[in-house]
C-alpha cells in the first residue's frame, strides 16, 4: 500500500505495483483501480475493454458493459480479495488498457480491429483480461491467441447458450455462432473443450463436452471442476465467460437471460480452481447494466475477474500450473 498517494491511483501510481488509499464512491473508475496505461513494458495482465453490442440476437446494452464492470471493481480494490487473503497486485503486474477502439459505423471492420487489439497486447507477452460487450468478441480474440499460442486452443466456456449454430458467413456479426466458426476454423479442438451451465438445444454441438446447467445443479462445482481439468489438463487454454451463464436471479442485466443458471456461489467456487489450468486468455461478456438491478450483474462479472487475477497471480508465484486437481479442490471444498 502505498500510504503517499490519496485517491485516483489509476492515473497517479507510478509503480504497475501494489495498491493506494481511495474512496470507493469516488476516483477514476479503472477496474480496480489499476494503472491506466498504454506502456505494455513488463505488464502480466493487460484489461480492456470491447464496448461492442452489434451481435446481439436479443437485448442490446452490452457495449456499457466494460464501463459498468469497471465501476463495480471499486469494493474489491479496498480489502484482500475473499477468500485469497492476498493483495493479487503486489506480485502481478496489471494495467487497465482502456478499450479497444472500433468503427461502429463500418461493421464489416470491427473484427479486424479486435484482432489488431489483441495482437499488440499479446505481442508484448501480456495476457489478457477482456470486458464485453457482447459474446461475439470473443472469436476475433480467439484468432489473436492461436496466433500467440498456437492452434488449436483448449476452451473453457460459461454459458447458457452453446453458441456453435451454423454461420458460413466469415463476416457475419452473430454472438450465437462464433464457436461453429471457431471449430471450424481450426481455433479450439472440440475433444479438449468444455461448456458450462448450458441450458439452450442445439441438434449440433460440435463435439464439445457438455457439462449443462443441471448437471452442475445435481453433482456440484467440485465435480464440475474435478471435470473441466480432466478435459483441458495442460494444454494451452482460453476462458470465457458469458454473464448469462448465472440464473437470471444473478445477473438479470444481459442480452439473453435463462433461467435455470448456476448461482454466483457455484461459479465463483468453480473459476477459484482454475489453478492447474494453462491460461493464456480471459474474457468475461454480455453484462447490459440497462437491464441490471442494483448492480449486482456488474459485480458477478468484476468477482469473476478478480478472482481470475487472483489464480493468475497465484500461478506466477508457483511457476504454472500452480497446483495440482488434488491441491485446488482440497482447497476450495
Given at each position: 500500500?502505498?500510504?503517499?498517494?490519496?485517491g485516483?491511483g489509476?492515473?497517479?501510481?507510478?509503480?504497475?505495483?501494489?495498491?493506494?488509499?481511495?474512496?470507493?464512491?469516488?476516483?477514476?473508475?479503472?477496474?480496480?483501480?489499476?494503472?491506466?496505461?498504454?506502456?505494455?513494458?513488463?505488464v502480466?495482465v493487460?484489461?480492456?475493454?470491447?464496448?461492442?453490442?452489434?451481435?446481439?440476437?436479443?437485448?442490446?446494452?452490452?457495449?456499457?458493459?466494460?464501463?459498468?464492470?469497471?465501476?463495480?471493481s471499486?469494493?474489491?480494490?479496498?480489502?484482500a480479495?475473499?477468500p485469497?487473503?492476498?493483495?493479487?497486485?503486489?506480485?502481478?503486474?496489471?494495467?487497465?488498457?482502456g478499450?479497444c477502439?472500433?468503427d461502429?459505423?463500418?461493421?464489416?471492420?470491427?473484427?479486424?480491429?479486435?484482432?489488431?487489439?489483441a495482437?499488440?497486447?499479446?505481442?508484448?507477452?501480456?495476457?489478457?483480461?477482456t470486458?464485453g460487450?457482447?459474446h461475439?468478441?470473443?472469436?476475433?480474440?480467439?484468432?489473436?491467441?492461436?496466433?500467440?499460442?498456437?492452434?488449436?486452443?483448449?476452451?473453457?466456456?460459461f454459458?447458457a447458450?452453446?453458441?456453435t449454430w451454423?454461420?458460413?458467413?466469415?463476416?457475419s456479426?452473430?454472438?450465437?455462432?462464433?464457436f461453429?466458426?471457431?471449430?471450424?476454423?481450426?481455433?479450439i479442438?472440440p475433444?479438449?473443450?468444455v461448456?458450462?451451465?448450458?441450458?439452450t438445444?442445439?441438434?449440433?454441438?460440435?463435439?464439445?463436452h457438455?457439462?449443462?446447467?443441471?448437471?452442475?445443479?445435481?453433482?456440484?462445482?467440485?465435480?464440475?471442476?474435478?471435470?473441466?481439468?480432466?478435459?483441458?489438463?495442460?494444454?494451452?487454454?482460453?476462458?470465457t465467460?458469458?454473464?448469462?451463464?448465472?440464473?437470471?436471479?444473478?445477473a438479470?442485466?444481459?442480452g439473453t437471460?435463462?433461467?435455470g443458471?448456476?448461482?454466483s456461489?457455484?461459479?465463483?467456487?468453480?473459476?477459484?480452481?482454475m489453478?492447474?489450468?494453462?491460461l493464456v486468455?480471459?474474457?468475461?461478456?454480455?453484462?447490459?447494466?440497462?437491464?441490471?438491478?442494483?448492480?449486482?450483474?456488474?459485480l458477478?462479472?468484476a468477482?469473476?475477474?478478480?478472482?481470475?487475477l487472483?489464480?493468475?497471480?497465484?500461478q506466477k508465484?508457483?511457476?504454472?500450473?500452480?497446483?495440482?486437481?488434488?491441491?485446488?479442490?482440497?482447497?476450495?471444498?
Amino acid at each position: 500500500m502505498d500510504s503517499t498517494i490519496k485517491g485516483d491511483g489509476a492515473i497517479r501510481r507510478t509503480s504497475l505495483y501494489g495498491s493506494c488509499a481511495e474512496n470507493t464512491y469516488a476516483g477514476v473508475l479503472s477496474f480496480m483501480r489499476r494503472n491506466y496505461s498504454r506502456d505494455l513494458s513488463c505488464v502480466d495482465v493487460a484489461i480492456s475493454g470491447v464496448p461492442l453490442d452489434l451481435a446481439t440476437t436479443f437485448r442490446s446494452g452490452a457495449r456499457q458493459g466494460p464501463a459498468a464492470v469497471r465501476a463495480a471493481s471499486v469494493q474489491l480494490a479496498e480489502l484482500a480479495p475473499y477468500p485469497w487473503g492476498f493483495n493479487p497486485f503486489d506480485d502481478l503486474a496489471v494495467i487497465d488498457y482502456g478499450d479497444c477502439w472500433f468503427d461502429a459505423h463500418n461493421p464489416l471492420t470491427i473484427s479486424q480491429s479486435i484482432v489488431e487489439h489483441a495482437r499488440t497486447i499479446l505481442a508484448s507477452g501480456a495476457k489478457m483480461l477482456t470486458f464485453g460487450g457482447d459474446h461475439f468478441i470473443t472469436y476475433p480474440l480467439l484468432k489473436a491467441h492461436a496466433e500467440k499460442y498456437g492452434k488449436p486452443l483448449s476452451l473453457i466456456h460459461f454459458d447458457a447458450h452453446c453458441d456453435t449454430w451454423p454461420d458460413d458467413s466469415p463476416e457475419s456479426l452473430n454472438h450465437g455462432s462464433m464457436f461453429y466458426k471457431a471449430v471450424k476454423d481450426g481455433l479450439i479442438d472440440p475433444n479438449t473443450s468444455v461448456q458450462v451451465g448450458i441450458r439452450t438445444w442445439n441438434d449440433d454441438f460440435m463435439g464439445i463436452h457438455i457439462l449443462d446447467a443441471p448437471w452442475v445443479h445435481a453433482h456440484g462445482p467440485q465435480a464440475a471442476l474435478e471435470k473441466i481439468l480432466s478435459i483441458v489438463g495442460d494444454r494451452p487454454t482460453y476462458l470465457t465467460f458469458d454473464i448469462d451463464c448465472l440464473d437470471p436471479a444473478f445477473a438479470p442485466g444481459t442480452g439473453t437471460p435463462v433461467p435455470g443458471g448456476l448461482s454466483s456461489a457455484q461459479a465463483l467456487a468453480i473459476i477459484r480452481g482454475m489453478g492447474p489450468v494453462n491460461l493464456v486468455g480471459m474474457d468475461v461478456v454480455e453484462v447490459s447494466p440497462s437491464f441490471d438491478q442494483s448492480e449486482i450483474t456488474a459485480l458477478a462479472a468484476a468477482h469473476i475477474a478478480a478472482d481470475l487475477l487472483c489464480v493468475l497471480r497465484n500461478q506466477k508465484l508457483a511457476g504454472k500450473p500452480a497446483v495440482s486437481i488434488e491441491q485446488a479442490t482440497q482447497a476450495l471444498f
